[in-house]
Each structure stands twice: as C-alpha cells, then as structure tokens.
C-alpha cells in the first residue's frame, strides 16, 4: 500500500507542485486540505476542488475554520488590542496557526504517515508550519519539497507542464493573502525601505466619499451589534464592520518588523475591519477598566502578540495570559460611536453603563464630589515626601 501524506493546500504554484510531486515522484497518495480562516467564498472552494482533483489527489477536504479561529485567536487579539510594532493586526501570523492546527488533528485523524507544506526557506510560514506539526504529530514526517529543493518558480511550473498540469502559470503583480482578520499584500515595493504600495496594489479601492456613521456594541469585550443590528456570531459582525469600513480604504499601512529567521521584513495589508475594532474596543476600555487594568493588559498585549508571531502559540503561557484577558472583559459593555472617512476614521465616544468617567463623581477640571482642595494639598504633600528627601540629598551633584 501507497503511504499517505497530508498536504496543506491553497491552490498556488507552490502547493500544486508539492501535490504532484509527492504522487508521482514519491510515490504517496495525497490528501489534500484547505483550512478557511476567512478567505475563501462558495465559488473558490469549489475552485479548489476542482484544482485539486485535476492534479490527481487521492482526496480533497475542505475545513471552514473561521468561527474557531475567532475563538481560539482573534477574540484575544481584539481583548488585547493588539497590534505588533503599534501597527499589525497579526492577521497572517494569526491565520497560519489555526491552518496549522487543523492540518495536524486531520493527519492524525486518518492516520498519515508524512504530512506537507509549501513554505520557501525564505519566510516566517516554515516555522509556523513546523513547530504546530513537531509539537501536536511528533510522530509524523513534514515534507516541505520547495525548501529542501530550492526550486525556483520556473522549474516548478516546468515540472506541471511536464506532468500534463496546465494552470494560469502567470505571476501576479502583487502576493494576495485574505482572512477574516485582514488581507497581507506584497510586491516589489515591499521588498524596498522606502517606496510605498500603490492604490491600485490593495484588494479594497475607494468607493464611497461621503463620511457615514458606524455604531459598534460590546458585551464583556465582544462584538454583538453593528448600527443597531444584533448577531449571532462575532465574526458576523466582523464581516460587516469590513464591508461597511473598506469602501472608504481604511485600516491599509505597511507594517516593518523582525521575521522569525532573523531578517527585518515589510509586508503591505488592508484590514479596515480590525483596524476599527481594536480602536473602537481600546477606547470603550479606556472608559471602563482602571488604570493598573489598562496597565498590564497592555504589557501582557505585547507579549502575546509577539509570541503569536514568533509560532509560539501553544506555549501554555497564551492560555495564561487568555484567562487574564477575559476576566478583563467582564465590564467592557456599551456602544462605541464612530465616523468612517476616505482612508480614515474618528471615534466620537462612547455609551456605556459601566463609564468610570460618570458625572455622579465629579467632571474633571471643572468640579468634583469626593474631596476637598484641602484634601489635595495633603495628599500631595505625601506623594512628594520620597523625591524631596532624595532631592535635598542629593542636591549637590
């Protein structure tokens, strides 16, 4: 019997050569998986499918990931406001460890003896592919033909040619990847420091001019409504928040950061949906949780962003730092209020009955309810007692 192999598919050159290649030259029979964290309509499924079957897979599956990607990731991500470097809503980075995830648990579930990507030796997917295959089938080889070969794009289009495989071989100008939490675009100019992406680089273009008004309700940190209309599911709401957000080319930058194998890296994206969200959460939260809450959320943030991009996703840490996540949502409640502009957006305030900015306490600067202004100048004469000893000490240098 033929032994099996389990191949992370997306329909590309680099993956469609690896089906090939692990069938007719390795001699495997190839079941081939698509995982869908957000990026794939009805219609290219059934694309997939059908790409699949042409170079002669054993089996072609389909996985629609994208609730549990919400809930295993993106929820966090929002909890957290987190953005890598101040600018990346981590949207690969977060998409390739949910892909990954699924592709071992359906390896190990049919019992595969080889599971496969498509990953260069070039980029941070390798490790993420990797690690999540070595830590949850340890047991089970990854083949990664395109790295261990180092092929380039014309042997492997040479190669389908050769083995009766005819696709749409031309490269496009510009590298697409979409997902619910946002679309990565690269091209030549991301491979620069200095030039920028052009406007017609990005998916999304600009359609509507006229500002519009977007109102985001909250319930313990999750979305559940969008203008006054209620869903079943974040992610839901996720998608409509993109639709009403990306006809004016909001949420679109380039982010610059460290790759995992140790070069710096910029890659374009668009994500006006997580761009407005974590925005819009942050300030909600601003209003609610206290001031040492806000503190080491933030600190915390940082730490799970970056780990998420470093592939470290399963390190138990994550689910310690979800636990704290949250219990901080418990008073994250109300309306944010937003206007949506060509490639921006304003935040307007907020609805909330768990504002610690109520005026039953007092408005700042202008009066307040809980003391006296000689309560101040004790409370002040306290607060500097450390640094005026340290300072009269100290006085002469």
């Not at 990306?246 to 994206?269: L, N």
């Amino acid at each position: 019997m033929k032994k099996s192999v389990v191949l992370a598919f997306s329909g590309g050159l680099d993956t469609s050569y690896c089906a090939k290649y692990l069938s007719e030259n390795l001699a495997y029979d190839v079941h081939a998986v698509t995982v869908n964290t957000g990026g794939f309509s009805k219609d290219e499924e059934q694309e997939l499918k059908l790409k699949a079957e042409k170079l002669g897979v054993s089996s072609y599956t389909f996985i629609d990931a994208v609730q549990s990607y919400y809930n295993e990731c993106v929820k966090y991500l929002i909890f957290g406001n987190v953005l890598k470097n101040n600018t990346y809503p981590l949207s690969v980075s977060a998409e390739r460890t949910v892909q990954a995830q699924n592709i071992a648990k359906f390896a190990q579930k049919i019992g595969a003896a080889a599971i496969a990507h498509g990953s260069t030796g070039a980029g941070n997917d390798q490790v993420r592919f990797d690690l999540i295959f070595q830590v949850m089938c340890s047991n089970i080889e990854i083949l990664t033909p395109i790295r261990d070969m180092s092929l380039s794009r014309e042997e492997e289009i040479l190669f389908l040619k050769n083995h009766g495989y005819e696709m749409d071989f031309e490269k496009a100008q510009y590298s697409i990847n979409k997902g619910l939490w946002g679309t990565s675009v690269g091209g030549k100019e991301t491979l620069t420091s200095k030039n920028n992406l052009p406007e017609e680089a990005f998916p999304s273009q600009v359609e509507k001019t006229e500002p519009s008004e977007l109102e985001i309700e909250f319930k313990n940190g999750e979305i559940i409504g969008v203008n006054g209309e209620q869903f079943s599911h974040p992610v839901l709401a996720i998608q409509k928040i993109e639709e009403l957000a990306k006809v004016y080319g909001i949420g679109r930058d380039i982010h610059v950061g460290d790759t995992i194998v140790g070069i710096k890296g910029r890659v374009g994206f668009e994500a006006a949906a997580a761009t407005v969200i974590i925005k819009a959460h942050h300030l909600l939260e601003k209003h609610t949780l206290s001031k040492y809450q806000q503190t080491i959320k933030s600190q915390l943030a940082d730490w799970y962003g970056n780990w998420l991009h470093e592939a470290l996703f399963l390190d138990p840490v994550m689910r310690n730092i979800e636990v704290f996540f949250t219990d901080s949502q418990k008073s994250v409640n109300g309306k944010v209020l937003i206007t949506l502009h060509p490639y921006r957006f304003v935040l307007n305030g907020i609805e909330s009955e768990n504002d610690l900015m109520s005026a039953e306490f007092g408005s700042y600067g202008e009066a307040n309810l809980a003391w006296t202004g000689e309560d101040v100048k004790g409370f002040t004469k306290v607060l500097s007692n450390s640094l005026s000893i340290y300072h009269q000490i100290n006085k002469s240098s």
